[in-house]
């Protein structure tokens, strides 16, 4: 399965950097074709490794309906009013995926839940799996990001200090993502939320029922 144009011009722009302020120099300093060169073996590396967990993910598969997504958002998130949730299903060739979200904001405060159900499209989990695959564990003084689980599902979460602003993404079921956002709220919201919600049940679900 091939990666998205996107996903890798994201890595071609992320090499870009390397390329500033070539020529000259001591003679230690490598080469613009050098760095070049080492850009592009990084970017094929990391090409191959994003295809071949893609292709780990199986066959797609029908997705199931967004209503039902619906269902397995969170009455809402630290007591906050919950907005009206949102949710589709979505058809492109022979790519099929729902999802569906819903915000809660008071003022400066605010939250959002996403869940997403990418029926088996390799591509779509490949960033995900890859940042979980390297197992980081990240802290600073401006805050941490880290692989970890929630109910037993491999997940990734990082907190800002300054912007008092966390984000949490987990992998249910090897299927289901769902994210959550908070900001001006405290650190483990996000986590708690994700805790509260039914993943397990979620994990089950095989639609596409509506």
Same mark, same amino acid.
């Given at each position: 399965?091939?990666?998205?144009?996107?996903?890798?011009?994201?890595?071609?722009?992320?090499?870009?950097?390397?390329?500033?302020?070539?020529?000259?120099?001591?003679?230690?300093?490598?080469?613009?074709?050098?760095?070049?060169?080492?850009?592009?073996?990084?970017?094929?590396?990391?090409?191959?490794?994003?295809?071949?967990?893609?292709?780990?993910?199986?066959?797609?598969?029908?997705?199931?309906?967004?209503?039902?997504?619906?269902?397995?958002?969170?009455?809402?998130?630290?007591?906050?009013?919950?907005? +009206?949730?949102?949710?589709?299903?979505?058809?492109?060739?022979?790519?099929?995926?729902?999802?569906?979200?819903?915000?809660?904001?008071?003022?400066?405060?605010?939250?959002?839940?996403?869940?997403?159900?990418?029926?088996?499209?390799?591509?779509?989990?490949?960033?995900?799996?890859?940042?979980?695959?390297?197992?980081?564990?990240?802290?600073?003084?401006?805050? !941490?990001? =880290?692989?970890? +689980?929630?109910?037993?599902?491999?997940? !990734?979460?990082?907190?800002?200090?300054?912007?008092?602003?966390?984000?949490?993404?987990?992998?249910?079921?090897?299927?289901?993502?769902?994210?959550?956002?908070?900001?001006?709220?405290?650190?483990?919201?996000? =986590?708690?939320?994700?805790?509260?919600?039914?993943?397990?049940?979620?994990?089950?679900?095989?639609?596409?029922?509506?």
């Amino acid at each position: 399965m091939r990666i998205s144009l996107v996903f890798t011009l994201v890595l071609i722009l992320a090499g870009l950097p390397m390329l500033s302020g070539c020529g000259g120099g001591e003679k230690s300093e490598p080469s613009a074709l050098e760095k070049l060169q080492e850009t592009a073996k990084n970017l094929e590396t990391a090409s191959k490794e994003l295809q071949q967990v893609g292709e780990e993910q199986g066959e797609p598969v029908p997705p199931v309906s967004f209503r039902t997504l619906i269902n397995y958002l969170p009455a809402n998130v630290a007591n906050l009013a919950k907005g +009206e949730p949102s949710g589709e299903t979505m058809n492109m060739g022979e790519w099929n995926f729902s999802q569906a979200s819903a915000r809660c904001e008071q003022g400066e405060v605010n939250a959002s839940v996403e869940n997403f159900d990418y029926a088996h499209i390799g591509t779509m989990y490949a960033p995900f799996k890859m940042l979980v695959k390297m197992k980081l564990n990240k802290e600073s003084t401006t805050g !941490y990001e =880290r692989s970890t +689980e929630i109910a037993g599902f491999s997940a !990734y979460e990082t907190w800002n200090n300054k912007d008092q602003r966390a984000e949490l993404t987990v992998l249910v079921g090897d299927r289901f993502i769902v994210k959550i956002q908070t900001g001006k709220l405290p650190e483990l919201t996000a =986590r708690r939320t994700a805790e509260g919600m039914d993943l397990k049940k979620l994990a089950k679900e095989t639609g596409p029922a509506a």
